[in-house]
């Protein structure tokens, strides 16, 4: 099952390459992800039961992969709000992306392997 999972994600990759909607969303997540927002992350990751989740995209090991849905309980509505009014996309569209996108992102902000220092 995990064979034809990695390549439905592979082809979703693909399109949301060939259609820049990958691009969009890296761009969005680098404007997003400051010391502060991770924090904010962290928080809603623990409240949300996802915390381990979360830690390991910080830390300097693999990174736990987190589903469409289990990303959905993370974030708030507000904030996928947000993400579909700068973007434009529906959030059917934007969540699987940004559920593939969003550990690697977070683990790139946080190359010390250490939760962000807030100022």
């Known amino acids: 099952m995990s064979g034809i999972f990695n390549d439905v994600m592979g082809k979703l990759s693909d399109l949301a390459d060939s259609t ?7 761009s969005y997540l680098s404007q997003l992800l400051t010391p502060a927002t991770i924090t904010s992350l962290m928080t809603q990751a623990d409240q949300a039961g996802l915390g381990d989740k979360v ?14 849905d289990e990303l959905r309980s993370l974030l708030s509505n507000q904030q996928v709000q947000a993400m579909v009014d700068k973007t434009g996309l529906p959030a059917a569209t934007i969540l699987p992306v940004l559920a593939h996108l969003l550990p690697e ?12 220092k807030t100022a």
């Open 20 to 26: 820049g909607l990958s691009q969009q969303v890296h």
């Open 55 to 68: 830690r390991s995209w910080i830390g300097d090991g693999h990174n736990l992969p987190i589903s469409t």
């Open 105 to 116: 992102a977070v683990n790139t902000q946080t190359p010390a392997g250490e939760p962000p």
